[in-house]
Structure formats: C-alpha cells, structure tokens
C-alpha cells in the first residue's frame, strides 16, 4: 500500500469493488438484468404453440444445449431400451424355433442361438453381441436365416445409436463454455480522463496460458428508449465503439488489458454527467470472442455492467511488474481501483462551456506591402493608395525618438518640395496646389529624389479617384521618353526675398494657399 501511495501519490485511494465491501453511496433497489454476470442470457421463452415441433426437426442441437442430468437420463434410457428390445427379440426367436423347450438340446437338434435357454440367457446372449466381446459359449448357427437378419438389423440400429449418443456427449464435453470461465472480466468499470478524453473502461484477462487466437470484443448498451413518433423500444441494442475503426478491438490477450470506450459526439454518453448517471437506467453488455488455440473451437464470453457498476472518477490499479527474466501478473488487484481527478460534467457541457470562455478570434486579413508611388510597383491602385487615413495612427503608435525623426524628415523633404522651380511646359505647384490625395499620401509615401544630378527635379503626379493601373504606367514611360528625348534644361534662379520660402511664390499662390 505505501508503494502504491509513492507512486500514485496521497490523494488516490484504492477502492476494492468486492462485493462484501459495503460503501457510503445510497443502495438502489436490484433490477433485473439483461445478461448476468456470468454471462447468461436472463431470457425464457413461452407460448410457443405448434413451434415446438421445430425443436424435434433438429434433435441433435436439443440435446447438446440440455443440461447435463437430463443427457445423462437420455444416454442411460436410450441404452437400456434398446438393449431390452433387441434382447426380447432374441427370445421371441427362440420361443417361435422351440429353442426354450429343448432345454437340453440333444444331440441331433441345431438351435438358433446355442445355450440360450430363457430371457436372461438371450439378453447375455445380446449384450455379448453388442460389445463383441465374444464369450464363445452362446453363437448363432446356420440353420436360423431369421437370427441373421435379426443380427443386421442389431449391428446397424448398434451404430446408429452409438455414433448419436457418444457424439452428443463428446461435443457437450467438448463445448469452449467452460474455457470462458478462465476469461476473467472486472466487476466494475470506470470512468475516467485518459490522453485528454472522457473515457468508458473495463478491464478483461486471461488465466490459461494458452492464448485465444483472433480474439475480438464487442460492446453493446442495452437501453429502453421512445422515438420522436412516440413507439417504445424496450432494451434496444445501441453499438459502443471500442476501437473498430483503428483495430483496437483486436486483443493480444496474453496479459491483462483495459478496454477503453472514448465518449464523444457519436457516443451514446455523450451527455452522461456524475450526477445523470445516478438517475440513468442503462446496461452495458461486454463480448468477448476468440478461437482456443487447443481446440480450434470458437469460445464466447460475456458480461454485463449496470448503470450502478459504473464508478465515476476512478482508475484500475496496474497489476504487472518486472520480475527476474519475466513479466508477472498479480490478479489480487484486478478488480481494484483508484480515485482521480474527473470533472463531473459531461463531455457535452464541457464543450458548451469551453465555446463561451474561449471564443474563436476574428481572422485578420494580411494586407501586402504597397509599392511607392513611381517605384515601378505592380500591385493595383487601391493597393498603392493604401491606408492613408491610418497613417496618423501608424506613426502615433512609433516611440517618441523615432516620431522626431521621421517629422525631420519629412519637414525637410516637404520644404525642398514647396521651393522647387517649375519646369519649362509646366506650372509651379505647392503644397496647396496638390490634391487631397497625394497630401494624405505625406506620411506613407516617400518620392524617391536623386542628389547625383541636381538638374534633375521632382515631379508630382496628380491622381483622379478614377485613374486605373494601365494610365499610371502610360503616363510614367511617357515621362521618361521625354526625359531622354528633350535636353536638360538650365535651372531658374529664383531670388529669395522674404524670410519664407511661401513669400517667393507668385501672388496668385499665396492667396490659394491663404485660401485653403
């Protein structure tokens, strides 16, 4: 018990489901089960009428499925008759040939049947016959055609009678029943978390050390239910899935295994909680079959768990250890178990609950990065042109030393494009003069200016809220056609008079600007 408290810590505590154990739980009434313990079906059938007759059509399987007092009556009985009968019809052969008044045979007179002389002389005479065992006191002769026939008939009606009645006991011996009998299941199952998952479990064992070949369990929950259209289906068979998509039901039954039941949205106790399984009404029916490797018989055993057989919150007690050269199996613990930590609710609530605590997030949608404007980007306009009304909220989200730097910049940027002169063709522009649009571009796009050569001037497109993708690049190759083509012309030398740079601006500048 210490080993088993150091390894599985204080909290566990081994419960041992013997039934002498008395436990502190509310005893409930004992119901009639479907399939006992033992594995027998707790069915009986009446009011067959005129089908009883279908029992006699096949005899052979009656007898075998008779208990074993009522075959042993019929073997005794059906050897006993037949032995009268034939022996009776040796003495009625005896009495018709007057073999019975001739007692002393002379010499001169052949029998039927040597020295029988009376009843219990023909029955020995029979039962001689039957068993060859041959004496050589009593023979039948070659004067009496009819004891030969009679001696036929009684080899023949001898065979019959043998094959029938030693080959019913033989199979009735020989029946995998009683191999099931070392197929051990636990009292009670339990339920418990195991990888993460509310599960159903049981544990099943094999006391022979010979193995059952193709083993494979089968689990049914045998429950009365009423459809939506109101019919009542009293113990209707509901299948539990024990691994049978993954071949987890094939046992290598050479050592005590523990069948698990995972209970989710396809199982029948999906919405089975601690406190609903006080009030639930349900059998569980456990298969087990297999071929005996001795025999090469096909051996069914079964169980049965009731709903107050099923322990919640608790876990089998490990009955294998390592021993010298060998695995060693301690069946004392079988049927123990242990208490765990199990959330009472059902697998349904805990979904319903885990959904309203932990929503889902909101997708968030990856926007590309947006190619400056005149870098020769390929993505389309509402690409390029993006979030220019977030832009404020970019840079307020930046820390303060970087807020600084780039305000610098762009100032010095902004100011060397208000004093640029104006090209020869075109007209002078300012800050005023550009649209909405490229001035909410401020602080997300960077023209790119060239310092190599200072002849070389920065050109500001203006964009309609129409303008497409095919325009801008019509626009921007004739820009640069014309570039190569025109030769450069001289800069304008502007005077600067006032103290800003706003003041070098026409008349017609300033009032648009004072203006907007």
Not at 209 to 237: W, Y
Not at 303 to 325: A, I
Not at 412 to 425: D, E, F, I, M
Request: charged share 20%; hydrophobic share 35%.
């Amino acid at each position: 018990m210490s080993a088993l408290r150091r390894k599985f810590g204080e909290d566990y505590q081994v419960v041992n489901t013997n039934q002498s154990m008395t436990f502190s739980a509310p005893v409930k009434k004992k119901r009639q089960r479907f399939v006992e313990k033992n594995g027998r079906c707790n069915v009986q059938h009446g009011n067959l009428g005129g089908e009883t007759s279908r029992y006699i059509s096949d005899l052979f399987t009656t007898l075998v499925d008779l208990k074993w007092r009522w075959n042993l009556l019929i073997f005794i009985l059906t050897y006993t008759v037949a032995w009268l009968v034939m022996a009776s019809m040796w003495w009625v052969i005896a009495y018709i040939r007057g073999d019975l008044s001739n007692a002393g045979h002379e010499s001169s007179y052949t029998p039927c049947v040597a020295n029988v002389y009376n009843f219990p002389s023909a029955f020995l005479f029979f039962i001689e016959t039957e068993a060859t065992i041959g004496y050589g006191y009593r023979y039948i002769t070659e004067k009496c055609p009819e004891g030969i026939i009679l001696f036929l008939f009684q080899s023949l009606l001898g065979s019959i009678v043998d094959a029938f009645l030693i080959g019913c006991m033989f199979i009735k011996m020989s029946q995998p029943k009683k191999r099931a009998e070392t197929l051990m299941f636990s009292q009670d199952a339990v339920i418990s978390q195991r990888d993460g998952k509310l599960c159903l479990m049981f544990r099943v064992g094999n006391l022979r050390n010979s193995h059952m070949v193709s083993a494979q369990i089968r689990c049914k929950l045998i429950k009365s239910r009423q459809t939506p259209e109101g019919e009542f289906l009293p113990l209707d068979q509901c299948e539990l899935d024990v691994g049978f998509g993954t071949g987890a039901d094939q046992l290598f039954l050479v050592s005590p295994l523990t069948i698990c039941h995972e209970i989710n949205t396809k199982s029948p106790f999906f919405d089975l909680s601690q406190r609903s399984l006080m009030n639930e009404q349900f059998e569980i029916v456990v298969i087990l079959e297999g071929i005996v490797e001795t025999t090469g018989m096909t051996c069914q055993a079964r169980t049965s768990y009731t709903e107050d057989e099923v322990l919640w919150g608790h876990r089998f007690l490990p009955v294998m250890s390592l021993e010298e050269g060998f695995f060693r199996v301690d069946y004392s613990q079988f049927h123990n178990t242990f208490e765990v930590p199990t959330p009472p609710y059902s697998v349904k609530e805990q979904e319903e609950k885990s959904s309203l605590t932990s929503p889902n997030p909101l997708p968030v949608a990856t926007t590309p990065s947006s190619p400056l404007l005149g870098n020769g980007g390929r993505g389309g306009r509402r690409e390029r042109l993006l979030s220019a009304d977030n832009a404020d909220d970019q840079a307020s989200r930046l820390p303060r030393k970087l807020q600084r730097m780039s305000s610098t910049k762009e100032e010095h940027l902004w100011r060397g494009l208000k004093t640029v002169p104006a090209l020869p063709g075109h007209r002078a522009s300012s800050t005023g003069d550009l649209p909405l649009s490229i001035q909410r571009l401020r602080s997300s796009s960077i023209t790119t200016v060239r310092q190599a050569q200072p002849e070389e001037q920065v050109q500001l497109l203006s964009l309609d809220g129409d303008a497409e993708e095919g325009d801008l690049e019509k626009h921007r190759m004739s820009a640069a056609i014309s570039k190569i083509a025109a030769p450069t012309p001289a800069p304008v030398q502007i005077s600067f008079v006032g103290s800003r740079p706003e003041d070098n601006l026409p008349p017609k500048l300033r009032r648009m600007n004072a203006d907007r």
